[in-house]
């Protein structure tokens, strides 16, 4: 069945960057929309960006210019590269695709 299996997260300053990677398994990965969504705490779950098949990307306007999706459909895998992070930034992340989660990774912005 499909696997999204999500890594990068971790602690970073305000200002920092970090790349959040997401490796699907199980489905035919360059035939799907991919989508990344983060949680804060006591919010609810929020779209961030998205990626066709095609390529084509949309963003959140709250991260339009700071976040870029990508995918790499030989690894069957989406990134997230994430620059002049936020305090407000701070969320888990989950990858979504073909209606599956992955687990999500945590992404702390902290001084």
């Known amino acids: 069945q499909a696997q999204l299996v999500e890594s990068g997260g971790g602690l970073v300053q305000p200002g920092g960057s970090l790349r959040l990677s997401c490796a699907g398994s199980?489905?035919?990965?360059?035939?799907?929309?991919m989508n990344w969504y983060r949680q804060a705490p006591g919010k609810e779950r929020e779209l961030v960006a998205t990626i066709t098949s095609m390529g084509f990307t949309t963003y959140a306007d709250s991260v339009k210019g700071r976040f870029t999706i990508s995918r790499d459909n030989a690894k069957s895998t989406v990134y997230l590269q994430m620059t002049s992070l936020k305090l407000e930034d701070t969320a888990v992340y989950y990858c979504?695709?073909?209606?599956?989660w992955g687990q999500g990774t945590q992404v702390t912005v902290s001084s």
């Open positions: 199980g489905f035919t990965f360059r035939n799907y929309v």
């Open positions: 979504k695709g073909i209606g599956t």
